[in-house]
């Protein structure tokens, strides 16, 4: 059974630099499957951050690019999501989640870290 | 950058009735690349539908997905009570390579 774990600072202050790490298990991060990151402010809806395959190519969200950086660690079997400059519109649930068998799609899913961008 | 509209907001249904929730896409959108995602309150989403009209490992079949181009469906064929959910359609865009989500329907007990 595959299960994602995300982890990190629930308190983040604005102008800092959010940081998480998704732990895998039951699968590889070199399984060849896509691993993402999608948030969700309070109340609101899903929004895709980016993915990152295990060769370290990755893809962005255009509205976020300049400042996600997106990586992975095949030896810890972990990914990680780092976004700088952070204001309160980056107050979310951050979740990771992993390519679904079938591609094109995410399951299964962590569940969810909330980070507040608040001093 | 496609933009996904999903109707109703908010839809208002019984314990067995049929629930029919509707996503529309800016553009033409291949079926392969639209998905369905369930949510419940406090949740991480589960994915429903894949491909837009395949349902993933373990998903009842009362749930289907169907459409093509810019209109697709998820149908509930007959309501149970846990599925009163927010609902999410998703596509995935080639140029640049994003997903995007649509805002989602809040399918609530009349």
């Known amino acids: 059974q595959v299960q994602l774990q995300e982890s990190g600072p629930g308190l983040v202050n604005p102008s800092g630099t959010l940081s998480l790490t998704c732990a895998v298990s039951g699968d590889s991060i070199g399984s060849g499957k896509w691993w993402s990151w999608v948030r969700q402010p309070p109340g609101k809806g899903l929004e895709w951050i980016g993915e990152?395959?295990?060769?370290?190519?990755?893809n962005y969200n255009p509205s976020l690019k300049s400042r996600v950086t997106i990586s992975v660690d095949k030896s810890k079997n972990q990914f990680s999501l780092r976004l700088s400059s952070v204001t309160a519109a980056d107050t979310a649930v951050y979740y990771c989640?992993?390519?679904?068998?079938?591609?094109?799609?995410?399951?299964?899913w962590g569940q969810g870290t909330l980070v507040t961008v608040s001093s | 950058e496609i933009v996904l509209t999903q109707s109703p907001g908010t839809l208002s249904l019984s314990p067995g009735e049929r629930a029919t929730l509707s996503c529309r896409a800016s553009?033409?959108?291949?079926?392969?690349?639209l998905a369905w995602y369930q949510q419940k309150p406090g949740q991480a989403p589960r994915l429903l539908i894949y491909?837009?009209?395949s349902r993933a490992t373990g998903i009842p079949d009362r749930f289907s997905g169907s459409g093509s181009g810019t209109d697709f469906t998820l149908t509930i064929s007959r309501l149970e009570p846990e599925d009163f959910a927010v609902y999410y359609c998703q596509q995935y865009g080639s140029s640049p390579p994003m997903y995007t989500f649509g805002q989602g329907t809040n399918l609530e007990i009349k």
């Open positions: 491909g837009a009209s």
């Open positions: 553009q033409s959108v291949r079926s392969t690349y």
């Open positions: 990152i395959y295990h060769s370290g190519s990755t």
């Open positions: 989640a992993r390519e679904g068998t079938s591609g094109y799609s995410y399951g299964p």
